[in-house]
């Protein structure tokens, strides 16, 4: 059986990924979460948690974030339509579970494509405005129980 905690943290991890860093000197030291192997999504063989220490620091998530964004645009037109968004919410068959359907993912993509054009572009992925309703209790911080989006 898969721990719902440890996929919702792949879920976040991998829906937070972008090409822009987030100032890690500027807000509070994120709280850590659990380590998640990325090689779930999208082809990354990357490792969140990239000193296997059991928790993802600042660095190791700018690292993640950064270098994800490619592998979700599948046809490397420097955006994720939705169709990207969806097949890579599946990666590799990590998430065939009926759970994971279009009502689970759906609020993830509607709070990342800001401006409901149908694609996320690197800034959409990333940006401030994500990082804030991400941020449920506002302490500047993402924390696993943090990754459902308000509906």
Known sequence: MRNPLLLAT?????????????????????????????????????????????????????????????????????????????????????????YYNRDYWNPYWTGFDTNGDGYLSADEYWSAQAFTRLDVNRNGRIDANEYAWPR
Do not use: K
């Open 10 to 98: 792949a879920l976040g991890a991998a829906a937070l990924s972008a090409c822009t860093t987030y100032d890690t000197a500027a807000a509070p030291a994120p709280r850590t979460v659990a380590s998640v192997n990325a090689s779930a999504v999208c082809g990354n063989t990357t490792y969140v948690d990239s000193n296997n220490d059991g928790w993802i620091s600042g660095d190791e998530w700018n690292m993640y974030r950064t270098s994800t964004y490619t592998y979700w645009d599948t046809d490397r037109d420097g955006r994720i339509s939705q169709s990207e968004f969806q097949n890579c919410w599946y990666g590799n068959g990590f998430y065939r579970d009926a």
